[in-house]
């Protein structure tokens, strides 16, 4: 299995929602990364995990709270989003936060819109 | 603050053309430069680089680097109309962990 999936594919949400968004790679990747891509942007980095632990918080607003639940699980649970939060969120894996042999490998993406 | 930048930012060819993709970078303590092919969703991977005047090659594509000069070109021959995307050069630091920072990107867009 050399994927990267990421759940839901689409979601749209409320300002008061409370949504998650999921990840899931079973490549023995044991860093794992979120991402945030705007229309006609390149992605920025929001967090990185390594070994299931928070290794960079990228100052990003407390309304995106990360967990890594094990080490083939991310999730991204999202509250009180504001509309400028709309983007498409990308999960990514490596091997390790200081091995990228094979670069890192992306999933889908989640287009989210908050309305 | 490391930095990527891309050129051009869009570039259209008909098929069959040869394209050749620019990526400069300022970073302290480089450790790899990776270039990645971005269609609708995910950004797939297409080579990384980490030492000078080594070609990567794949198939029509190709890729070197040159530390000296701090930049990288993706070569792309006999451009076909699936070569359109969004082409994503990034760098990583030694001391970043394994954050990427990507440049803006170059649209590519190959006619028939």
């Known amino acids: 299995d050399t994927e990267v999936t990421q759940t839901p594919k689409h979601l749209v949400m409320g300002m008061t929602n409370k949504k998650s968004l999921k990840c899931e790679q079973h490549m023995g990747h044991r860093a794992m990364y979120w991402y945030k891509q705007k229309a006609k942007k390149p992605p920025e980095l929001m967090f990185v995990?390594?070994?299931?632990?928070?290794?960079i918080n990228e100052s990003v607003p407390s309304r995106f709270s990360p967990e890594c639940p094990n080490s083939s699980l991310l999730n991204l649970h999202l509250h009180a989003l504001q509309p400028e939060d709309s983007a498409l969120y990308l999960c990514?894996?490596?091997?390790?936060?200081?091995?990228?042999?094979?670069?890192?490998?992306f999933g889908s993406g989640t287009r989210l819109t908050v309305v | 603050e490391d930095k990527v930048v891309q050129s051009p930012l869009s570039l259209v060819v008909h098929e069959g053309d040869t394209v050749t993709l620019n990526c400069s970078y300022e970073v302290t303590n480089f450790r790899s430069l990776l270039w990645y092919k971005q269609e609708k969703k995910a950004p797939t991977f297409l080579f990384m680089l980490t030492s000078s005047g080594i070609e990567k090659k794949s198939g029509r594509l190709s890729s070197i680097l040159d530390k000296k000069e701090l930049f990288s070109i993706l070569n792309i021959t006999a451009t076909q109309t699936g070569d359109s995307a969004v082409y994503l050069c990034?760098?990583?630091?030694?001391?970043?962990?394994?954050?990427?920072?990507f440049g803006e990107g170059t649209q590519l867009t190959v006619n028939p």
């Open positions: 990034a760098v990583v630091a030694k001391t970043s962990g394994s954050r990427l920072t």
């Open positions: 990514a894996s490596s091997q390790d936060l200081y091995r990228e042999d094979n670069g890192y490998t």
């Open positions: 995990y390594s070994y299931e632990k928070l290794s």
